[in-house]
């Protein structure tokens, strides 16, 4: 969804103004009030992206989006600005990791061996996506636990036992 929302919010942002970009801006931004076609626009053609398969509901949805909008130039306007924002979002987006093949092996500790439909991010290989906003990923990873035989490890089991009962 952060595809989808990201060029949602350069879309809008590309009409009305006021904030930085996230990402990427249009060539051609019109005058006029045409940020709801220009969101509905984003959002569909991101979503037809990543979805191919639910084309025929994502059309059947655009449409009715779209004819709760007063049909003039503001609508054309807005929808080519969201159309041009998701494309150029998405290709934007080309080789950044996402689908990446990770496979699954499970670790040899207790605690580092979750079932991979435990974990989606891992199955889909998120983590090995080119991050939307952060430069370096890693400097926002959690130290790792503390060791089985530590005293921190057994005064945090201890805590633990004690608030569960």
Same mark, same amino acid.
């Given at each position: 969804?952060?595809?989808?929302?990201? =060029?949602?919010?350069?879309?809008? %942002?590309?009409?009305?103004?006021?904030?930085k970009?996230?990402?990427?801006?249009?060539? %051609?931004? !019109?005058?006029?009030?045409?940020?709801?076609?220009?969101?509905?626009?984003?959002?569909?053609?991101?979503?037809?992206?990543?979805?191919?398969? /639910?084309?025929?509901?994502?059309? =059947?949805?655009?449409?009715?989006?779209?004819?709760?909008?007063?049909?003039? /130039?503001?609508? @054309?306007?807005?929808?080519a600005?969201?159309? $041009?924002?998701? =494309?150029?979002?998405?290709?934007?987006?080309?080789?950044d990791?996402?689908?990446?093949?990770?496979?699954?092996?499970?670790?040899?500790?207790?605690?580092?061996?979750?079932? !991979?439909?435990?974990?989606?991010? @891992? /199955?889909?290989?998120?983590? /090995?996506?080119?991050?939307?906003?952060?430069?370096?990923?890693?400097?926002?990873?959690?130290?790792?636990?503390?060791?089985l035989?530590?005293? $921190?490890?057994?005064?945090?089991? %201890?805590?633990?036992?004690?608030?569960?009962?």
């Amino acid at each position: 969804m952060a595809y989808m929302h990201i =060029a949602i919010y350069d879309a809008v %942002n590309a009409i009305e103004g006021g904030y930085k970009v996230f990402a990427v801006s249009p060539s %051609n931004i !019109p005058p006029g009030e045409s940020q709801r076609p220009a969101t509905v626009a984003a959002a569909y053609r991101t979503l037809r992206y990543l979805y191919p398969a /639910q084309r025929a509901y994502l059309d =059947a949805q655009y449409a009715a989006s779209l004819a709760t909008i007063p049909d003039g /130039q503001a609508k @054309l306007d807005g929808i080519a600005v969201g159309d $041009e924002v998701a =494309a150029l979002f998405l290709t934007s987006r080309v080789g950044d990791g996402k689908g990446a093949n990770v496979p699954y092996t499970p670790g040899s500790v207790p605690a580092h061996g979750y079932p !991979p439909h435990r974990h989606r991010l @891992l /199955q889909f290989g998120f983590s /090995q996506m080119r991050p939307f906003a952060m430069k370096v990923h890693h400097s926002f990873r959690p130290e790792p636990p503390p060791r089985l035989d530590s005293d $921190e490890w057994a005064n945090d089991y %201890n805590e633990v036992k004690r608030m569960a009962l």
